[in-house]
């Protein structure tokens, strides 16, 4: 059997048509985890924004949400490790569908191999900022205002939002990608086999002495995932 782990594929970020491309490959990849596989991590944004009120989740996701649904009918265990559009993620995944969430990181054995799995928003030293806007989004005053809104206002101005940040940090954390492996790397040195980082939209796949650094790319452009199995990490693609 096999573990499956991709990020980023920021659903609802784009024009219609590379929405349904995205969903295809999605769909595509579900079909080879549904052939061998026993476990799929999503290694966060998976969406561009989400955002759960108590009675009320995004109507825009179902197909993918009926997709992972199917994967889990089958016995396929899916974790959900939290990134930088995830936020606002509530009990909708763990109560209704079975998904195992984690927050900021999660730390697995598979295979006989330690793994060490975080989506990786805030890793670079330099990027204070962002750290400290991470705290103001998870403050939950601040979560509590916001549901004072009504989905009509508050998803669109959400969107915005999402999308003026996703620009910015896809732009800045290209030049922390170094930071990334340096932390790879202290991760390898306190005994992981693996360490596999989302949040780039660069795939990565390194050796070092210690174990393997990936990344894990992104399901926008390069429609890249790990894929584990017999103890062996590899980065795949798909056409």
Do not use: C
């Not at 109507?59 to 949400?65: A, D, F, G």
């Not at 928003?121 to 204070?128: F, K, P, S, V, Y």
């Not at 991760?187 to 795939?203: C, Q």
Request: proline share 2%; charged share 30%; hydrophobic share 40%.
């Amino acid at each position: 059997m096999a573990l499956y782990i991709f990020s980023d594929a920021h659903l609802g970020a784009d024009n219609d048509d590379a929405e349904a491309a995205k969903l295809a490959k999605i769909g595509l990849l579900f079909e080879r985890v549904k052939a061998d596989g026993d476990r799929l991590i999503v290694l966060g944004d998976l969406f561009d924004f989400w955002f759960e009120y108590r009675h009320a989740i995004p109507k825009e996701h179902h197909r993918v949400l009926f997709m992972m649904t199917e994967l889990i009918g089958r016995g396929i265990k899916i974790d959900y490790v939290s990134g930088n559009h995830d936020f606002w993620l509530g009990d909708f995944f763990s109560t209704q569908m079975q998904i195992s969430l984690h927050r900021d990181f999660l730390d697995l054995d598979y295979d006989g191999r330690r793994l060490h799995l975080i989506h990786g928003d805030g890793l670079a030293r330099a990027d204070r900022g962002y750290r400290l806007l991470k705290r103001i989004l998870r403050s939950p005053l601040n979560i509590w205002l916001y549901r004072k809104l009504t989905p009509d206002w508050a998803m669109p101005l959400a969107k915005y939002v999402s999308g003026s940040s996703r620009n910015y940090t896809s732009r800045r954390d290209r030049r922390f990608a170094e930071d990334y492996t340096r932390y790879a790397r202290r991760k390898l040195k306190e005994g992981y086999d693996v360490v596999a980082i989302g949040h780039l939209h660069i795939p990565v796949y390194t050796e070092h002495e210690d174990g393997v650094y990936i990344n894990t790319g992104d399901f926008i452009n390069h429609f890249s995932y790990a894929r584990m199995s017999e103890g062996k990490i590899t980065l795949e693609y798909l056409q």
